[in-house]
């Protein structure tokens, strides 16, 4: 025997009500969710009705799943760009703290003059 989804049992729609307008008498079932919708909110598609949520579930492709390897890759891709730029950022520290400060003396640019050098 086939298994099959289990039916919601059919209720008349004589006294449902829209559950997006409560106020509203509902007018057809979505096929998909079995929810009552009112005129305004059912739309035929292809021959069908269905709500709205339905239908923009419908509209959007499923999304693929990740297999474990792609994960691992893309995981591993983001810690060696992590670790790069770390390392970048303590080389360029390192060579901050190592360098003389008459190189990083930008006073000079403005046009301040060059202290005179004494080669004796």
Request: glycine residues 4%.
């Given at each position: 025997?086939?298994?099959?989804?289990?039916?919601?049992?059919?209720?008349?729609?004589?006294?449902?009500?829209?559950?997006?307008?409560?106020?509203?008498e509902a007018a057809?079932?979505?096929?998909?969710?079995?929810?009552?919708?009112?005129?305004?909110?059912?739309?035929?598609?292809?021959?069908?009705?269905?709500?709205?949520?339905?239908?923009?579930?419908?509209?959007?492709?499923?999304?693929?799943?990740?297999?474990?390897?792609?994960?691992?890759?893309?995981?591993?891709?983001?810690?060696?760009?992590?670790?790069?730029?770390?390392?970048?950022?303590?080389?360029?520290?390192?060579?901050?703290?190592?360098?003389?400060?008459?190189?990083?003396?930008?006073?000079?640019?403005?046009?301040?003059?060059?202290?005179?050098?004494?080669n004796e």
């Amino acid at each position: 025997m086939a298994s099959e989804m289990p039916v919601a049992p059919t209720t008349s729609l004589r006294h449902a009500r829209c559950l997006f307008h409560p106020l509203r008498e509902a007018a057809a079932r979505c096929p998909h969710c079995g929810g009552t919708f009112c005129r305004e909110c059912v739309t035929d598609e292809e021959g069908k009705l269905a709500c709205p949520p339905c239908l923009r579930r419908m509209a959007r492709p499923p999304v693929p799943k990740l297999s474990q390897t792609r994960r691992f890759r893309q995981v591993l891709a983001g810690l060696t760009a992590l670790a790069s730029l770390m390392a970048l950022f303590f080389a360029m520290l390192r060579w901050r703290v190592n360098t003389p400060e008459e190189h990083l003396n930008l006073g000079r640019i403005a046009g301040d003059p060059l202290p005179e050098q004494n080669n004796e």
